[in-house]
């Protein structure tokens, strides 16, 4: 070998480390969650330039969302908005329905307390509405269940099969619970709600033409 090369090489790697007989520093164990726990603990520790906070969230919900229940996210009764079939559509009966930030409201039947339909916003926001109007001529009677103990896995799928936005909760008993909503489901599988500022989904050259 060329001296002035073999000098190089001895400057660069030494003897005592270009050695291979010298054994490496002892490398720690590499650490394996065996739980959920640990495996969130791990997400918890990982360090924001490898996971933002939104995918920390995405991930952290897509790990548990087959062992959740619906009514770990359900709206609770006493906090369900509702209205009675023979309640007047005057200003405070809308205002207090789009205050509620939802879109579809359970209706309560005159003489059985039971939920008896739905009613749309969509539907409320016709110029032909009166004050003397009433829930019941509004009224959509389909409504769909799902048992507080189903999972949220089993309350996707029936969303997807009942093709509806929201369900009412019933426990065992068939008793009313709670009401589930399609956005709730959402944000039980993101950890968040997808935000999308685009308004144009009913223009066709607006998509098309989308940055």
Known sequence: MNDKFHKLLTKIFPEDRADSSVSEPPVAPKFTPQNTKELMEVLRRTPKDVLSSRE???????????????KDIMIPLIDVPYVREDDFLGPFMLDKLYQSGLSHFPVIGKNTGKIVGVIHTESLNSLEIKEADKASKYLDPRVYYVREDYTLEQALAALLRANCFFFIVLNSSAQTVGMLTY??????????????NFTGDADPYAVAHRA
């Not at 956005?183 to 999308?196: H, M, R, S, V």
């Open 56 to 70: 920390r969230a995405i991930i952290a919900s897509a790990m548990t969302f087959s062992d959740r229940k619906v």
């Open 183 to 196: 956005k709730d489901l959402i944000i039980a599988i993101f950890g968040i709600t997808p935000e999308d």
